[in-house]
C-alpha cells in the first residue's frame, strides 16, 4: 500500500508566517498528482484552514475540484467542526457528530480521530472517542486486520514546549489504548506540529509530517516560541506491505532542483554477497 499523509495546510487568503498558504497547499498537491497519483490513499490529518472560515473551506473545496486527487480530509484545533460539515456535507462523521470514520484499505483499517474541542487549540478525546477508538480496535483484534491509526494532535510529549502545551490532553488514555492493541497497531499518523517526527509510543511507532504552509523548527531550551524560517515544507509517503512500514519524507519544493546521475556498467550491476563465516 501506498499512502501519502499531509497535514497542516491551514488554507487562508492571507500570508501566515509570510508564507502563501494556498500556493504552498495547491504545489503539494500538483506534486503528489505528478509523481503519487497511484497512491491508494491520500490523507489530509486537519488544520485544513487557519481560522475556520466559511470561504477558506470554499476555496479547499476549489482547488479540490481541479484536482484528480481526492483526500482523506480530517479537522484540527484550526477548523470549525460545523461549519466543516457545511461545505463538505459529505464527510463520514459518528454517530455523536464527530468527524471519523474507518475505511479498508490495502487489507488494513484506517481509523480516522476528531480531536477537536471547539476554542481550544490542545487536543481533546473525551469518552465518547475514547471508546470509539477501542470498539474500532477490538473489532480489528477479532478480525485480524491490522489498524493505521490517524488523528490531528500529536498523543506525545516531543520536548519543544511551545508546541508540546498544545498536545493532546489523553495522552495517558491513549497510551493504553495503544499498549492493549500494539499487536493490531501498525503505526499512528498525526500532524499539529508542523515538525517531521517520527518514533513510538507504547512500542508502536508513529510518524508526522511538517506543515506545507509553515514548517516549525523545534526548540529546546524551554522557552516559550515558535520557530520559523527558511524550512523546506513536506509530506509524507508511507509505503506499506505486510512486514514493514517505510515513511520518506518528501521536500515536494526541490523536486525540480534534484540532480539524477544515472548508474551504469559494473554500478548497476548484481552485488555479490559473500559468504558469511
Partial sequence: MKLVHISDIHINADPIAGQNSVAAFEACLAHV????????????????????????????????????????????????????KEIFSDAPV?????????????????????TNLAGNHSGRLGPKRLAWLSAQLEESQRER???LVFLHHHPVQIGVLATDILALVQKKEFAAILSRHRDTIRHVFFG??????????ERVPFSAPRSTSHPGWPEFEGRLAYGHGPIEP??????????????HTIEYRLDDRIEWEPLTG????????????
Fill in 192 to 201: 499539529h506540529c508542523h515538525m517531521s517526527l517520527s518514533g513510538s509510543i
Fill in 94 to 114: 459518528d454517530a455523536d457528530g464527530y468527524i471519523q470514520h474507518v475505511r479498508e484499505i490495502g487489507g488494513h483499517r484506517l481509523i480516522f480521530l476528531d
Fill in 234 to 247: 513536506s509530506y509524507n509517503l508511507a509505503l506499506i506491505d505486510d512486514t514493514s512500514v517505510v515513511i
Fill in 145 to 147: 486486520k491490522p489498524a
Fill in 33 to 84: 498528482e505528478k509523481r503519487h497519483a497511484d497512491a491508494d490513499a491520500v490523507v489530509i490529518s486537519g488544520d485544513l484552514t487557519h481560522h475556520g472560515k466559511r470561504e477558506a473551506y470554499l476555496k479547499l473545496r476549489e482547488i479540490l475540484a481541479a484536482s484528480p486527487i481526492e483526500p482523506i480530509l480530517m479537522i484540527g484545533n484550526h477548523d470549525h467542526r460545523e461549519t466543516f
Fill in 266 to 277: 559494473g554500478e548497476a550491476g548484481t552485488v555479490t554477497v559473500p559468504p558469511g563465516p
